[in-house]
């Protein structure tokens, strides 16, 4: 899966990324896991182990994670064009 990222680049979702995600929202790993929880529909937050094995790779970021960044990206770039209008 891609996102859309802050240069306009397609890129892959890695851990890197979503670590620097994190980190650019000022969260820690127990407020990143309730906001990809959120962003996900997810029933309850990601627990702060599994936002660590995500960052270091220990486990994949699942395409749900992705698509949902994907859809935030979208949803912002749409909002920096119309108030472009």
């Given at each position: 899966?891609?996102?859309?990222?802050?240069?306009?680049?397609?890129?892959?979702?890695?851990?890197?990324?979503?670590?620097?995600?994190?980190?650019?929202?000022?969260?820690?790993?127990?407020?990143?896991?309730?906001?990809?929880?959120?962003?996900?529909g997810?029933?309850?937050?990601?627990?702060?182990?599994?936002?660590?094995?995500?960052?270091?790779?220990?486990?994949?970021v699942?395409?749900?994670?992705?698509?949902?960044?994907?859809?935030?990206?979208?949803?912002?770039?749409?909002e920096?064009?119309?108030?472009?209008?």
């Amino acid at each position: 899966m891609v996102y859309v990222n802050t240069m306009l680049e397609m890129t892959e979702l890695d851990k890197a990324e979503l670590k620097r995600e994190r980190e650019r929202l000022g969260m820690d790993r127990h407020e990143f896991g309730a906001y990809l929880a959120k962003l996900v529909g997810a029933p309850k937050p990601y627990p702060y182990s599994r936002i660590t094995d995500y960052e270091t790779g220990v486990r994949a970021v699942p395409a749900k994670i992705e698509i949902a960044f994907l859809r935030a990206q979208v949803a912002h770039l749409r909002e920096i064009i119309e108030n472009q209008k």
